[in-house]
């Protein structure tokens, strides 16, 4: 509990990003949820019992919220991300009030939506991996949402077994491990290298000062993407950039990272493909052109993934973007 209570205010001391908010909103629901589980001193809290107990019930919702917010590199403020908690709040708090047969299943449903959300971090992480820039927050990546998500899947395992038998001791032993695991990982890793984790998804105006070795490097990817347009070329990683390029991947991902100011290869790419599409949606010799067919011009391979990188980055929907545009255009006169 302490190890976590120090995290939180940690988390919370550097700044009031989103990804540090969640942060520390996720390790003081895990002291919480700690504390819940002694009877004894949960007993004596007092009028101080409901938060604890608020804060314990939204654990899982506040790391996939957490999680989200620490890789997903949003250029905006995600406070939707705080949903899965309010509802799995609001799952527990029916289920204090509803007759024990129906809180059982509340609370089952509650256990179960709270590993779903567990999975799909794990899926974000590994799916993220191989394109994130920032080396610290790649080494993260393993160990400590691999702890994170053992002890969650842990803590739900040991409710969902006591809702229908007898307490599940060897469970309880494995989330009392894990939760140790995760807040020593905790304490190592973020209060060390928090400004690297905790940076926005591109910042040219902080990125350091090219060192001269990597001038060479910078040439030949500005042609890459700039006279070769790489960039449209669909499912391009940044393995077989650095391949094209001629450079070791970890040569190319520091320079992005620390040079060029990028903290995942997705917004590096995007950032081009983006800009082309703004151009082709707002050029009236396109106007019969479909979204779709300039998502795929410009290298995305779906519609889905260009919508929300274009609205990301704009505010606007491809759609409304072009309607946009069109008030600008002039046809005319037949003369």
């Known amino acids: ?10 988390l919370a001391q550097g700044g009031r990003t989103p990804a540090r908010l969640t942060g520390a909103l996720f390790c003081m629901a895990a002291a919480a949820h700690t504390l819940t589980q002694s009877p004894a001193a949960f007993a004596i809290l007092g009028a101080a019992a409901a938060p604890v107990w608020m804060l314990s019930v939204m654990g899982a919702g506040l ?30 708090g ?3 009030l509803a007759p024990p047969p129906i809180a059982r299943w509340l609370w089952l449903i509650h256990n179960l ?27 993260l ?17 040991v409710q969902s077994a006591e809702l229908f038998s007898r307490p599940a001791d060897q469970l309880s032993m494995l989330a009392a491990v894990s939760l140790l695991l995760l807040s020593i990982a905790g304490g190592a890793v973020f209060l060390r290298a928090e400004p690297q984790l905790f940076g926005p ?17 910078l040439a030949r990817l500005r042609e890459a993407l700039g006279g070769q347009e790489l960039w449209r070329e669909e499912g391009l990683t940044i393995r077989a950039l650095a391949a094209r390029l001629g450079t070791p991947e970890h040569h190319l991902r520091r320079l992005i990272n620390e040079g060029l100011g990028y903290r995942n290869f997705a917004a590096f790419v995007n950032e081009r493909r983006i800009a082309a599409a703004k151009l082709a949606l707002a050029d009236p ?22 919508n929300r990188a274009f609205r990301e980055a704009t505010g606007q929907t491809p759609t409304e973007w072009r309607r946009a545009a069109q008030v600008d255009w002039s046809i005319p006169d037949a003369d």
Do not use: C
Request: proline share 5%; net charge positive; aromatic share 10%.
């Open 1 to 10: 509990m302490g190890a976590f209570v120090l995290l939180a205010v940690g």
């Open 63 to 92: 790391f996939w919220a957490f999680a989200t917010e620490l890789f997903g590199d949003n250029r905006r403020p995600g406070f939707g991300r705080l949903l899965p908690a309010m509802a799995l709040l609001l799952i527990g």
């Open 94 to 96: 029916l289920a204090t």
């Open 113 to 139: 939506a709270g590993a779903t959300l567990l999975l799909h971090v794990l899926v974000v992480i590994w799916t993220g991996w191989r394109g994130d820039l920032v080396e610290a927050r790649r080494r």
């Open 141 to 157: 990546r393993g160990p400590l949402l691999a702890a994170a998500a053992l002890y969650a899947l842990a803590v739900v395992g």
């Open 201 to 217: 998804a591109a910042d040219r105006n902080g990125a350091r000062q090219i060192d001269p070795r990597d001038q060479p490097l």
């Open 285 to 306: 010799a396109k106007a019969r052109a479909s979204v779709a067919t300039i998502a795929y011009d410009v290298g995305f391979g779906s519609l889905g993934p260009f």
